[in-house]
């Protein structure tokens, strides 16, 4: 297994879901964790699944003022993964502009603020989560289409601008984590069968299965500016 042992690591949105999951990951393979999200309970929460050596904040990336106060005390992390966003569903002749522009604020904007100034490490990285609407659209997601793509194209450019910091994106197929909470059962159950029966690998995703990639491209030297998708298949269904 790739140790992290001694080193700093920060999840922003490490209180849920492909956060959490990372959280752990990383924390049972030695890492000091850090974990932000805007909601103190569930920090606290997930405080208490992660072990004596986390850390956890309130942030919300959608404020400047909040991210920079954080990231000027927080010091400098070896490894940083930025797994927040709120993005709503909707048409775009439907969806509300405010709506359209929070999600972008969210997600892109969020991921971008933290990027641009976190200090990472020598030999460090940065690993954003995108989503596979990047590349295969659906029929009322023409925005998160373009948010997940941004993300990638970030990922893909500052590889090159931060150097020798690596940085690359995960983008994970649908999964069964809180995200989907706020959706009746049956109507999150019928979207997960109508997935599995799409998905070459016959299941929907889980939050480890996207940590176990975030892990591979914290630890892996060679990797930087690569989109790795995990997606059970969903972006060639
Ligand atoms: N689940 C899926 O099917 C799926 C598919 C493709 C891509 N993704 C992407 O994967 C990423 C993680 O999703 P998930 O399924 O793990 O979702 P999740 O379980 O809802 O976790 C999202 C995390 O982000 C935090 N967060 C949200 N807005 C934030 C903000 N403004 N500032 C700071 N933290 C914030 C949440 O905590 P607080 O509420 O406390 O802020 C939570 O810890 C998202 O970017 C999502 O778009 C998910």
Do not use: C
Request: no cysteine; glycine share 12%.
């Amino acid at each position: 297994m790739q140790t992290f042992e001694g080193q700093q690591v920060l999840v922003v949105g490490g209180t849920s879901g492909v956060g959490l999951a990372a959280a752990a990951g990383f924390a049972a393979a030695g890492a000091e964790v850090t974990v932000v999200s805007r909601s103190r309970e569930k920090v606290d929460e997930a405080l208490k699944s992660l072990g004596d050596r986390a850390h956890g904040r309130t942030l919300d990336i959608r404020d400047d003022e909040q991210v920079d106060r954080f990231l000027a005390a927080a010091g400098a992390f070896d490894h940083v993964v930025v797994s927040a966003g709120v993005t709503p569903t909707g048409r775009a002749d439907t969806l509300p502009l405010p709506d359209a522009y929070a999600a972008m604020d969210s997600k892109f904007w969020g991921a971008y603020r933290i990027s641009r100034q976190v200090s990472i490490r020598p030999g460090g990285s940065l690993t954003l989560v995108s989503g596979y609407l990047s590349v295969r659209p659906g029929r009322a997601s023409a925005l998160q289409s373009a948010i997940n793509a941004a993300l990638e194209a970030l990922g893909r450019g500052l590889a090159l601008e931060f150097a020798p910091i690596r940085v690359n994106t995960i983008s994970p197929g649908l999964l069964d984590t809180p995200l989907w909470d706020g959706l009746p059962e049956a109507s999150r159950e019928s979207m997960f069968a109508a997935t599995v029966q799409k998905l070459p690998v016959g299941r929907v995703g889980l939050p480890e299965d996207v940590a176990e990639a975030i892990l591979y491209l914290a630890g892996n030297a060679h990797s930087t500016g690569t989109t790795l998708f995990v997606d059970g298949g969903g972006s060639i269904a």
